[in-house]
């Protein structure tokens, strides 16, 4: 480990880690988008260098994730938060049913919500351990949808690819969408918060069938309603134009570097390496079952609760940013986004070698 370098490693769990030349690009485009000598921020949004911003960004989510015709896309406002609320107004029937996979804290968020809009049913849940895992979903359901988050960001759990489910799902991926290829087919809903694996805060993207929504027999507050944006082309208000540009220059440096599926690989090489120096070094316990664990976000905890305080220390010595748990698991957790590049990770693994050296 070189401990001269004053280089951070930024393990946030979000706002999180952004490509260095992203963050070049987007700071420039605040002073003078390409040459206009306007700022970003300071142009209209109807203007043709904004519309053409968010034609692009629509257009890679589309590319990248390989949309069939039918499905919409969205940058819209509120968060993954408002989604809970959003996907149950627009998707769950009068008459009808969404039922949810309680897997942690924005899980359990997205059923509170849906209840105060119609029938929402826990599925299944795994709160009971303490949200360590991910229960398997039936492959039958009764329900019009079924609602599930693809990675929980803060237990560090995750479904093991698309789950096989008889009924289409809604799914919350704020932290792992653009992860991998996802077998779109099986979604009648995407939504994720921009600022875990896509940009900054401020913008939510949603993914949707069109075929799905339209059919809930509910008066949907406009700005809550799916088919007002989408017939805005997402621009029924003033959208995020900063969060926007920022996802789409993203967007395009995920195309630059092999798209999702060269993603999931340098996401497997990442967690292969933290992971496996979780199970090797007798100082650290893995948190969540290690079937169900998180390309994104690794939980870990110290063997000796002593020990959390000195390596918290050791790793900031070594510019590592961001890997204090939160404060319901407690410990340790590292994300590792996209734009994470492996060399933190060794870092990381290096610094936990050495506590086992000097602490062991
Ligand atoms: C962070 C997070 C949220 C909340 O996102 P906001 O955009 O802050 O509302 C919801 N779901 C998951 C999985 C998250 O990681």
């Known amino acids: 480990m070189n401990t001269t370098t004053h280089a951070i490693h930024n393990f946030s769990a979000g706002p999180c880690i952004l490509p260095e030349s992203v963050l070049q690009q987007a700071a420039d485009a605040v002073r003078d988008l390409d040459g206009s000598g306007l700022s970003l921020i300071e142009m209209s949004h109807r203007s043709k260098p904004f519309v053409a911003i968010m034609e692009e960004a629509r257009q890679l989510v589309r590319t990248e994730l390989n949309l069939p015709d039918r499905y919409e896309v969205l940058f819209l406002q509120g968060g993954a938060s408002l989604g809970f609320l959003t996907t149950a107004m627009n998707f769950i029937p009068q008459e009808g049913i969404m039922d949810y996979a309680v897997t942690g804290t924005w899980a359990k968020n997205a059923l509170k919500e849906a209840k105060r809009v119609g029938g929402a049913h826990a599925l299944t849940s795994s709160e009971d351990t303490g949200f360590d895992r991910i229960p398997a979903l039936p492959s039958h359901s009764e329900a019009d949808f079924v609602h599930i988050t693809t990675n929980n960001t803060i237990f560090g759990t995750q479904y093991q690819g698309d789950p096989e489910i008889d009924v289409p799902m ?5 932290s792992d969408i653009f992860s991998r290829p996802v077998d779109i087919e099986k979604y009648a809903c995407i939504y994720a918060g921009a600022q875990k694996n896509m940009g900054p805060a401020g913008t939510v993207l949603y993914i949707y069938d069109r075929d799905h929504i339209g059919h809930t027999g509910r008066d949907i507050p406009s700005y809550l309603d799916l088919a007002v944006h989408a017939a805005k082309d997402s621009m029924f208000n003033t959208p995020p134009v900063f969060a926007v540009y920022t996802s789409m220059l993203t967007l395009r440096w995920l195309r630059d570097n092999g798209g999702v599926a060269a993603a999931r690989e340098r ?17 650290f316990n893995g948190f969540a079952e290690t079937d169900s664990r998180s390309v994104m976000n690794a939980t870990f905890t110290a063997e000796d609760e002593a020990h959390t305080a000195p390596f918290l220390a050791a790793c900031e010595a070594a510019g590592i940013n961001g890997i204090k748990g939160h404060r319901s698991v407690g410990g340790f957790r590292a994300s590792m986004y996209n734009a994470l590049p492996l060399a933190s990770v060794e870092v990381l693994v290096e610094v936990m070698r050495e506590f086992e050296r000097t602490h062991g």
């Open 170 to 174: 809604v799914a919350d991926m704020s």
């Open 267 to 283: 996401n497997a090489a990442k967690a292969a390496c933290i992971y496996g120096e979780i199970d090797r070094n007798p100082l």
